[in-house]
């Protein structure tokens, strides 16, 4: 199959020939039909710490099962699904109660070594990162890995719901438990923010202050449910922010870039009692300058770090397409372009440039 793989830090994708494995045990064979382009694979593409290369990235797809492995229950060839990196188990007491984002045996849903790998060059293993790799045109994941959604709903729509719709909406709704009343703000609006400005919108909020440089983002923030806009360039944020709140500040935050500037920004723009809640991929190292009796002790803030929404996504994923095919969720204007595969390094040059919300590659 045709794959876009990453070689070596810093280095473009190459999309080259790649063997693909037949399903064993638990494991399904799509056919991918549709795979955004997120920033955190930007960020591993020039920050690869911790994984081997070469590597198939992507990891926000769609796509038809094609074939199962002989212990798969869930799953029939033909059906519609959405791939989300949350590797779980499924039975430790962390799944059992709903986290499966947190799950204790995560790693068991990978092969063993003995088992050969899932993909390979010439005979030596490729890695198929975060346990998808869906820059392909063929994805064999565990059926831990994927979720059956409606198949009216098509298919580039459908990739969002895996990463940046998880991710965005999910945090405001899952993590922050946001309510009718909340004042919220979101730092950054890519693909991630703009779903977490639609998050608070669908959770209610009373004030939903969208925060990015690019005035175009602004814009597209208001689609999304943004009742205010602050721009970093016609001022301090933190006091645009408490202009518009009262001189409060919010009652949620949250850092959907990746940088300590504005994951601090997060922090000292909250009320008292207020909570940060950080998304974006730092660079390893990365520190967070913040006053403890200023910032956090004497106004009683707190900061969590919080990974894909806290999403338990076989129930999140097959319910926030329900919400759009309802028309309460909007996708359509979170695709900025689709693009084929060849296409790619063009792709996150211009989410780089910060132009696009998603691009999402077509297969
Ligand atoms: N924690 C998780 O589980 C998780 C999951 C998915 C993505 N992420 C991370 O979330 C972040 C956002 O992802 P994305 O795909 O939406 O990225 P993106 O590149 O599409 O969006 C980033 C946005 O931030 C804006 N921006 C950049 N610098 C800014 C500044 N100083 N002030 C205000 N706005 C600024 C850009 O204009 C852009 O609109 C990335 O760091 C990504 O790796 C984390
Ligand atoms: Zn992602
Ligand atoms: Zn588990």
Not at 16 to 28: F, K, N, Q, S, T
């Amino acid at each position: 199959m045709k794959a876009a793989v990453l070689d070596s830090v810093g280095s473009p994708l190459v999309v080259r020939d790649v063997d693909i494995a037949e399903p064993i045990g638990r494991e399904v064979l799509l056919e991918v039909k549709a795979s955004g382009l997120c920033h955190s694979d930007l960020h591993m593409m020039n920050n690869p710490k911790g994984f081997p290369l070469a590597a198939v990235l992507g990891h926000e797809a769609s796509g038809v099962v094609t074939a199962v492995g002989p212990d798969v229950t869930q799953f029939a060839v033909g059906d519609h699904v959405v791939g989300c990196l949350v590797s779980h188990c499924g039975r430790c007491e962390r799944c059992m109660s709903g986290r499966p984002y947190q799950c204790r045996n995560a790693a068991e849903t990978a092969r063993a070594p003995e088992q050969g790998a899932r993909l390979s060059v010439e005979g030596a293993p490729v890695i198929q990162f975060w346990s998808l790799g869906a820059f392909a045109e063929q994805m064999l994941v565990h059926e831990n890995n994927i979720v059956k959604v409606d198949p009216s709903i098509p298919f580039e729509k459908a990739a969002l719901l895996g990463c940046g719709v998880v991710t965005g909406a999910g945090a405001v709704i899952n993590t922050a438990q946001t309510q009718p009343g909340d004042t919220v703000a979101v730092i950054g609006c890519g693909g991630v923010g703009l779903s977490a400005v639609q998050g608070a919108a669908l959770a209610g909020a009373r004030r939903v202050i969208a925060i990015d440089l690019v005035p175009a983002k602004l814009e597209l923030a208001k689609r999304f449910g943004a009742t205010d806009t602050v721009n970093p360039a016609d001022g301090d944020v933190i006091e645009q922010v408490k202009a518009l709140t009262g001189g409060r500040g919010v009652d949620k935050s949250f850092e959907v870039i990746g940088l300590s500037q504005t994951a601090a920004q997060a922090i000292r723009m909250l009320d008292t009692g207020g909570s940060a809640y950080l998304i974006g991929l730092h660079k390893p190292g990365a520190l967070l300058e913040i006053d403890v009796m200023s910032d956090l002790l004497v106004p009683q803030r707190s900061v969590q770090g919080v990974y894909m929404g806290s999403s338990n996504f076989k129930q999140d994923i097959p319910m926030f397409a329900d919400y759009y095919l309802q028309g309460r969720l909007n996708l359509d204007d979170l695709i900025s372009q689709t693009i084929s595969i060849e296409q790619i390094n063009e792709g996150y040059e211009e989410l780089k440039a910060g132009g696009v919300a998603r691009s999402v590659v077509v297969f």
